[in-house]
């Protein structure tokens, strides 16, 4: 990992509730309540270091993550958690050089993860209906950087994807099963589909699709994550958790089946 | 993704107990009990097609996806399933590029998905104790191509790190915290540090440590993975499931802590 | 909790494997591997003593609660837990007096649980469609002492029920939604309808049901149960785990509906 | 089920917020924002009728459930839940004539559901050593006219239990490892000890205590709660959920150990 240089972005952080996401930018100050930080000092510095604001604030330097991105971004109404995302990236086995079909985009969060692990060789196409939804994307995507590995597209793949070849599908629309032909149009063979749904109904729906086509290892799963509180004598896991977010169902694409 | 070619690792499935993977050479067959297949004919086809023995039993030819390399190859005592591989990836922020510190190496199984995430720019430095561990791990490392991303050690990383400036630490071991201190002095500003650790004994020395050092957002959580079974009238979780495999504990390193 | 006295159950532990429930006669000896025990000898110990037969084997004698009945006689298909017992022993307010209609009877491990709750003054109506269950059930209730809270009758209820005026009603059968309506009928109003299910499709039929007459507060619940292993370094969740028995479904019903 | 009588305590439902619990006395009004209620109407009614206030506003009638004084009462930090007293109940094997000490009495939820369970032959010994819960446990369990198996004492029990040959001993205290020795001594041969405790540190500290005495069967579990939304195409886990209320410690006291 190099110092911080011109033009990085970086994550400022005093506690969970007051930090900033910006831009290195010589001559430019930053202003908060407690006073302003020249952000050209920063230039040749580690990141995590501490800096201090005009009026003695103290922040730390951070360097910004794929998952602070994506817990800062997301605004859906049904959200990708952290737990979700890593286990599409794995699932559906993504690396560099994967070619990666996605919708709908919503606010970028899960594309931007899906951009950082196909880097610097592959590429995500990503589609949504919504084009206020893709313009929020778009803000987001770009401010990461890993637009370079992003195509958006507003358009509605329940008539169809353009692509060819794939080796994922990712859907997180709330009529997956439509859209379930036309991604086994669009993947390689051995590709891998993934789909979130938060009902059960709906992955009913999309797993009697799967089972309809030349589609194997259809499975679905849910993850649980338990936070646990460490401390001398206060051992426990946290009281509040979310107890479901959705189900992630997915199949690989054979070109026949069996029999 | 492109078709089968010369030299190819394939993952010939028939059920999910007769399965097999291999490497295509042109002039060799591959045995089976039902007859054998001339991996050469193989050579163009797409992946995902039904290939048929000289005795008629029929196979899938898959591509062999890193979670298949995982849950074939690792045999340690305390398993990492995907869904905790997949958030240490995340979690760890890996994408091309990234350098991380692995130890213990056990079988190999996380240091080949870390690789497959680091690629094409990264390295896994992955360090173990233990020469039989090693021997595994080079020979499950080597058949998946990712070996170009890893460099194996045998070495007892509780007397210090030989790297610097990493990315992330990432540790498999009975006493995580006695590299804590070590763990720092290796990792970047700004860079992650994550154990796996089975107790929660483990979990409170580890973050004893963490919580004596310049580390910011400490944080342990777990993992539940429930299977769903998805069929007409039939429809639910499965009866047995993992009820625990171990503790995720990650922090942040910082250059000085606040106050 | 008073001393042994003849006639009493008793549970005689050495192991988890070897323990044998019996009953105190004098004059009888009861016969082991390792030598046999003068039954009329514990007569007037407390329990919780230690015995030892003839050749030196040592036993704890303990007083079998209906959680090592439950545990003991369940050897239906979809077990019921004590999990799950205990909630629905309190979900449906059992207590001395109540009269609750069960169906089916099972192996009637559940049916001891409630008898021994509604006793000594109220009374469990338990139906089953098959003889042979019935008869299993029968042996295990009267071996428990509880036959005197029990009506077992083989019948199909799905044709009706024959009690009017119930505090409760259990079902634990595949199609427990064609039993709603008579359980309406069945119980007093402000009692409690209660369904044990494990799929999900047979909890949307029968909330379905539920939702189309005057019930009130329809709810359905899963309940999920960690063992914890607790020893010096050792402590952590069980790896294996029970990951889903059944959902239980409940509701009250009234007289007729608001609005 | 018997019809409504001069004295009986109801719960007036109007929907989840608006329900008020009160006793049945000819000649009083039931004053609410919306008209009022004339009490000596309801006699002779069943429950679960709908009664319509002198404003037209209209209110299920319905007879309260254990279940509904302990959501509705509990108020201290550390909650227990209808999940966890039911486990508890079973767990001490809880029937007609059962002796049970309790400590800490709290807000006398659990108490009420204990003595719900052994009545009519059994009592609950609650101690408590703050005389502000007593006061508001005493308030709570007259109401719900469960106070003849019930008796309340200001006592600090570390310093030992007066009781002797009781069936169970229940600890919800902050430190339950100081009563471990205390509660064998109070306990029959054969009886179950059982703990509430939010921490792992209370467990380690409590089994290490039990470990060194003559307990057997020792073990502690956690129990997770699961709603599920079921509705037409919505069925689903719900979001947000209860991650942790506490750990349940159980043993079973013997005379003395094998070996």
Redesign the interface.
């Known amino acids: 990992?190099t110092n911080i240089k011109e033009g990085d972005e970086i994550y400022l952080?005093f506690d969970h509730k007051q930090n900033y996401k910006l831009k290195v930018v010589t001559g430019e100050k930053f202003h908060t309540r407690k006073g302003f930080i020249e952000l050209g000092d920063l230039i040749g510095k580690?990141?995590?270091?501490?800096v201090t604001s005009s009026l003695g604030m103290?922040?730390?330097?951070?360097?910004p993550?794929?998952?602070d991105r994506v817990l800062k971004t997301d605004r859906r109404t049904q959200v990708l958690y952290?737990?979700d995302?890593?286990?599409i990236?794995?699932?559906m086995?993504l690396?560099?050089g994967s070619?990666v079909v996605e919708a709908g985009t919503g606010s970028g969060a899960l594309t931007m993860?899906m951009a950082?692990?196909v880097?610097?060789?592959g590429m995500i196409y990503s589609y949504d209906i919504s084009e206020r939804h893709q313009k929020v994307a778009a803000r987001n995507i770009d401010k990461s950087g890993l637009m370079p590995w992003v195509e958006l597209e507003i358009k509605d793949i329940t008539k169809g994807i353009p692509n060819k070849?794939?080796?994922a599908v990712f859907l997180d629309m709330s009529q997956p099963w439509k859209v379930v032909r036309s991604a086994w149009d669009a993947l390689?063979?051995?590709?891998?589909f993934m789909s979130f749904s938060?009902?059960?109904?709906?992955?009913?729906k999309t797993?009697?699709m799967l089972n309809s086509l030349?589609f194997?290892e259809i499975?679905?799963?849910?993850?649980?994550?338990?936070?646990?509180t460490?401390?001398?004598?206060?051992?426990?896991?946290?009281?509040?958790?979310?107890?479901?977010?959705?189900?992630l169902?997915s199949a690989?694409?054979?070109?026949?089946?069996?029999?």
């Open positions: 990992m952080v580690p990141f995590g270091m501490v103290a922040f730390y330097v951070l360097k993550l794929i998952r952290p737990k995302i890593s286990y990236l794995l699932q086995d690396g560099s070619q993860a950082n692990s880097r610097p060789n070849d794939v080796d390689a063979g051995s590709g891998v938060p009902t059960i109904d709906q992955v009913m797993t009697e030349p194997i499975e679905t799963i849910e993850l649980l994550l338990r936070e646990i460490v401390a001398p004598n206060k051992t426990r896991p946290r009281t509040q958790m979310i107890g479901h977010s959705g189900y169902t690989r694409k054979v070109i026949e089946l069996l029999e």
